[in-house]
Structure formats: C-alpha cells, structure tokens
C-alpha cells in the first residue's frame, strides 16, 4: 500500500514548456485534488474531482488542467509554463463519508521551478 | 471575506506552555472541520478531526463553534517537537458543490 505517489519529485521548466503532474492513489478514495503552495499563501486548490469522469476547478485553475479516466490516477497538466507557476504542488486524496469528505492523504509533493 | 482564516503567527512559546489557534470559517453548512500539521517542506498530515461536542487527543484538544463559526486548537506542555504550520481545513459545501478548504496555516515555533 503506497498511498498517495507524486512524480517527479523535482522539475525545472522553461518558460513556455508543457509538462504533465503524476499523482496515483492505491486507497480506492473518489475525492482527489491539486493544490500549490507558496510562500505566505497557503495551500491552494487547483483543481479536484469527487470520481472517475467528473473534475471541478478550484479557486486557481487558469493555467491548469486535469483529467480523471480512473479512480486511481488524477494527472495535472501544465499547458504553458510561466514563472507563476514555479511552486509546490500537492496531490490529495481521500474517502467520502455521508457525503463530507474524510482525511486528506498527501503525497509527498513536486518542486517546480519555471524559469 | 476568505472561505477559511488563520492567525499565520508566528507563536513563540517556551516548552510547556499552553497554546491554543482559532479558525473561522465563512460557510455556516460546512460540515467536516480538521487540523493538519505540516513540518517545513513537507506534505500536510491530519493531526485530528473536529467533532461537534469537542474532542481530545493526548495533549491536543479541538473544539467547534458552530455559532460564531470557529474551530480551535488546544495544545498542552508544548514540545519541541510540536514546532510546525497548523493548517486548518473545512468541508465546503455549498449546492453542488462539495471541496476542502485549507486556511494558510498558523506557524508554532516551541523555543527550550
């Protein structure tokens, strides 16, 4: 049981390049999300998905985007990388419990950097 | 007004002093309330959920406001070991929608 996996751990892009955030989950969980974190700001969602097939925006999508064909992957695309964007990104996942969500496991998280 | 807030401190404590953070949140259905903490450069772990009548755990204790919309964070004999970022998350539901919200955290620095 690995639990929530990110890769790469580390990244350094280009400005302008695209890349692919991998994040899988082995807990069977239907509620999967992306945050980034930067200095000062907390944790802030990207995007999330509550199934297979079905994804929402969060509160900083622009710049992103997410899929869902299987319960266990949830992969987060970046489609032109910009300086903005160098921070570090959370992959979460966890169990829905009479519809509120239960504890969030994280992976241990990527270090991107856009020059 | 943000969905979630914290004090973002930092608290600077001596070990074995009491510490308690407060958090608000903005949606009164909001219906799930949590602490994480997270240690620098490292991924967010739940450190316990917040029950309506309160709950314990050793020498953290949180507590739920829903009146005044506030959880809270107890922390007894600090150690040092107890030096991290408090994050406080919400269940968000509103209509369709249904997310966790995280506050951008409370840092702890426990000082010997």
């Known amino acids: 049981n690995a639990g929530v996996t990110q890769t790469p751990k580390f990244q350094v892009l280009k400005t302008g390049q695209s890349m692919t955030l991998q994040c899988a989950q082995d807990?069977?969980?239907?509620?999967m999300s992306w945050y980034r974190q930067d200095p000062g700001m907390g944790l802030r969602l990207i995007h999330y998905?509550?199934?297979?097939?079905?994804?929402d925006q969060g509160e900083v999508p622009n710049g992103y985007n997410v899929s869902r064909s299987t319960t266990e992957d949830f992969p987060l695309r970046l489609l032109s990388a910009a300086p903005s964007q160098t921070s570090v990104y959370f992959c979460?996942?966890?169990?829905?419990?009479?519809?509120?969500?239960?504890?969030?496991?994280f992976g241990p998280g990527t270090r991107l950097t856009v020059l | 007004r943000k969905e979630v807030e914290q004090d973002p401190g930092p608290f600077n404590v001596p070990e074995g002093a009491t510490v308690a953070f407060n958090c608000t949140y903005s949606?009164?259905?909001?219906?799930?309330f949590f602490w994480y903490r997270q240690d620098c450069r490292k991924e967010p772990k739940l450190l316990m959920s917040?029950?309506?009548s309160g709950n314990e755990d050793g020498r953290f204790t949180a507590q739920l406001n829903r009146a005044s919309q506030y959880i809270s964070l107890l922390i007894r004999d600090s150690k040092l070991s107890d030096s991290a970022t408090y994050l406080c998350?919400?269940?968000?539901?509103?209509?369709?929608?249904?997310?966790?919200?995280f506050g951008t955290g409370t840092l702890l620095a426990v000082q010997p």
């Open positions: 807990m069977n969980h239907e509620y």
């Open positions: 998350v919400v269940n968000d539901r509103r209509g369709a929608t249904n997310k966790l919200i």
């Open positions: 979460a996942s966890s169990q829905r419990d009479r519809g509120s969500y239960s504890e969030q496991f």
């Open positions: 998905s509550v199934g297979a097939g079905i994804t």
């Open positions: 917040v029950y309506s």
């Open positions: 949606n009164s259905a909001s219906q799930s």
